[in-house]
């Protein structure tokens, strides 16, 4: 099955704890993307990559960091920086190509508590 | 700064209903509109994309139209059923910086009652 993978689908960390959110997509797709939502609000954009070795910071890149290191791969650190993170993240993909008419697929999210 | 609004923020209607859910966006240079479906808990579902050369798109029961110029799109939902209650979510992506970056609303919730 093609699709893009989230790990965990809950993750408890406690305070002042670094933790990391895996998602990994076996679409070839060369752009990757990771979102945060908060209760009753949109998508808000962290971190995105449109290839292997390169991101660039969203909206809200404060107190997070990720990795492009591999195609199908890009993990979200969130540090003990970031000061309010218990959200839902959600990891997105979507193909490359001149332009901006790629659609972004989603994966399922990691709903992440801090204790 | 684009910014992106659904009103309203929730609908309950009973089953069988024909609705309309909005969405409007204060800058017009936009690539295109996507509209998404999301359940409780879950991550977002793609229903619709209309690019910003389109007036609308078509899949099954569901229905987008986009009007750039105002600024605002429609998800039109024929014969609403129980399996539609979600949240529905409208988010733009922008012409001005990177040409991959969406701005979403914060969504519709729609519940369908049988």
């Known amino acids: 099955d093609g699709g893009i993978t989230q790990s965990p689908k809950y993750l408890f960390r406690k305070e002042g704890q670094n933790v990391t959110l895996s998602c990994e997509q076996n679409?070839?797709?060369?752009?990757m993307y990771w979102y945060r939502q908060d209760p009753g609000q949109g998508l808000r954009l962290i971190y995105y990559?449109?290839?292997?070795?390169?991101?660039q910071k969203g909206d809200i890149a404060e107190g997070y960091s990720v990795s492009r290191e591999k195609k199908e791969s890009f993990p979200l650190t969130v540090t003990s920086a970031q000061k309010n993170p218990t959200a839902f993240y959600l990891c997105?993909?979507?193909?490359?190509?001149?332009?901006?008419?790629?659609?972004?697929?989603f994966g399922p999210g990691t709903r992440l508590t801090v204790l | 700064k684009q910014e992106v609004t659904q009103i309203p923020a929730a609908l309950s209607v009973p089953e069988g209903e024909n609705l309309v859910l909005n969405c409007s966006f204060t800058?017009?240079?936009?690539?295109?509109l996507q509209w998404f479906r999301q359940d409780p808990g879950k991550g977002l579902t793609s229903l619709l994309l209309?690019?910003?050369?389109?007036r609308e798109q078509t899949s099954g029961r569901l229905n987008a139209s986009l009007d750039k110029s105002s600024g605002r799109s429609t998800l039109y939902i024929a014969a609403s059923q129980p399996g539609d209650s979600a949240t529905y979510l409208c988010?733009?992506?922008?012409?001005?910086?990177?040409?991959?970056?969406?701005?979403f609303g914060s969504g519709t919730q729609l519940t369908v009652l049988p």
């Open positions: 679409l070839n797709h060369d752009a």
């Open positions: 209309i690019q910003s050369s389109q």
């Open positions: 800058d017009s240079a936009i690539y295109n």
């Open positions: 988010a733009v992506r922008r012409r001005s910086g990177s040409a991959r970056q969406l701005t």
């Open positions: 990559s449109q290839i292997v070795n390169d991101f």
């Open positions: 997105a993909s979507s193909p490359s190509g001149a332009g901006g008419d790629n659609e972004q697929f």
